[in-house]
């Protein structure tokens, strides 16, 4: 009993490990080649103490809708603006102080910014450091591309070329603002 407290409060501000289940973050996290959901580590002092938001995390947050803890990539940060996609109504959102926008990396799979619009930075409760299960894909989440090792062919390459592909068109849609410190 002495330790459960410094475990809850490691867990809650620090790090804590989650079984993360659905598909709209595929091919990243739960590749349709795995046989297991992955777990992951979320790092909850990068968000809630350091503030720090890039373009390319995936985070854990808040659904505005539901309010269940949702899975998805940071697009867009404030001053950005992106082209969305339908079912979005507006063609173009310029990204307000204090909001991101996040998708899936399945877009026909993922209810995201395109359904729900900007969401406020405060929903958003961690990001994801590392895989640590399936053991054939632990590690750090690496950006497309910048993978130690560059698999020649097959399903890992083809997984590598449409993670590149992906990354270019989300690029694309957004023009990168000027950020206010």
């Known amino acids: ?7 809850v409060a490691f867990t809650q501000y620090f ?3 989650r079984l993360v289940s659905g598909r709209s973050m595929q091919p990243t996290l739960n590749p349709d080649d795995s046989v297991w959901r992955d777990i992951v580590v979320f790092d909850h002092f990068s968000i809630n103490w350091l503030q720090q938001y ?8 808040r659904s ?3 309010g269940k803890l949702i899975v998805k990539r940071i697009v867009a940060l404030p001053g950005d603006t992106v ?7 507006d063609a173009e959102v310029y990204l307000p102080e204090g909001h991101a926008w996040v998708e899936g990396d ?3 799979k993922s209810e995201d910014s395109n359904y729900f619009g900007p ?8 990001k994801l450091s590392a895989i640590v299960w399936p053991p054939a894909r632990f590690g750090p989440i690496l950006e497309p591309g910048t993978g130690k090792h560059r698999p020649q062919s097959g399903p890992a390459w083809r997984r590598e070329r449409d993670s590149l592909e992906r990354d270019k068109r989300r690029q694309s ?7 206010v410190p």
Do not use: C, N
Request: hydrophobic share 35%.
């Open 173 to 179: 849609r957004v023009t990168i603002g000027s950020q």
């Open 15 to 17: 790090y804590s490990l």
């Open 119 to 126: 969401v406020p930075l405060g929903l958003i409760d961690s």
């Open 54 to 61: 890039e373009r390319g995390d995936i985070v854990a947050l």
């Open 64 to 66: 505005p809708h539901e």
């Open 1 to 7: 009993m002495v330790w459960l407290p410094t475990g």
């Open 83 to 89: 082209k969305t996609l339908p079912p979005y109504p």
């Open 106 to 108: 399945e877009p026909f």
